[in-house]
């Protein structure tokens, strides 16, 4: 089992629409960060989490750590918002803080 | 932009031979990451370098070695390589030596072929 999982793998929406990624991890973590990763490529860190909610327009973060559960919330989706968005966490425990440990991804895509 | 430069942005070569990719970190960020991203394998990190000193170490190959110079950019040497080696590798830097409660910014990444 993955330490960390994502869900859902892929998602298509419309424009519009308010859209939920959803991330678990299994570990001790210190923080959790949400990247968007366009299809050139490129990483794009969107959010770092240690504990409750970040808000940065139309794009909304939230952490619960006794749940060791995240969200990563959309809202009025747009086609510029297609994208590969990561869930990634740094472990809490000595030696490793470099180490970030990596879902798989969401791909969304959202049609006009 | 996220201020941190990688160079190339795509390379091809042979299996067997060696490769070098560089990275430059935004200004002012002492940490230096380098990940892997593969088809199969997803984002794996590779090793973190902080003001020219190895920090930590993840899943890096033995044929893969890294340094961090003094004026902070950072190498990734990739030896005798191999089909499987083919991956996209992102450099990443931040200010502190602690991911955690840092953000961390993201090269362009270097698209590796190995043929």
């Known amino acids: 089992k993955n330490e960390v999982e994502q869900s859902p793998q892929n998602l298509t929406a419309q424009e519009g629409e308010f859209i939920t990624i959803n991330c678990s991890y299994s570990?001790?973590?210190?923080?959790l960060h949400w990247l968007q990763q366009h299809p050139g490529g490129g990483i794009v860190s969107l959010f770092m989490l240690s504990s409750g909610k970040k808000k940065h327009g139309r794009l909304i973060a939230t952490i619960n750590i006794q749940e060791k559960h995240s969200s990563l919330h959309i809202t009025a989706s747009h086609p510029r918002d297609s994208a590969v968005y990561i869930c990634?966490?740094?472990?809490?425990?000595?030696?490793?803080?470099?180490?970030?440990?990596f879902g798989k991804g969401t791909k969304l895509s959202v049609k006009p | 932009d996220s201020g941190v430069t990688q160079t190339p942005k795509h390379l091809i070569t042979a299996t067997g031979q060696r490769v070098t990719l560089r990275c430059s970190p935004r200004s002012g960020d002492l940490s230096v990451y380098w990940y892997q991203q593969s088809l199969d394998q997803g984002l794996q990190f590779l090793i973190q370098y902080y003001n020219g000193e190895e920090r930590a170490k993840g899943n890096i190959l033995e044929r893969f070695s890294a340094q961090q110079f003094p004026d902070l950019h950072s190498e990734l040497n990739l030896s005798s390589l191999e089909l499987g080696d083919s991956a996209l590798y992102f450099c990443?830097?931040?200010?502190?030596?602690?991911?955690?409660?840092?953000?961390?910014?993201f090269g362009e990444g270097s698209w590796l072929t190995v043929v």
């Open positions: 990634a966490v740094s472990l809490n425990y000595g030696g490793s803080q470099g180490n970030l440990i």
């Open positions: 570990v001790g973590i210190s923080a």
């Open positions: 990443a830097s931040s200010v502190e030596r602690q991911i955690s409660g840092n953000t961390i910014y």
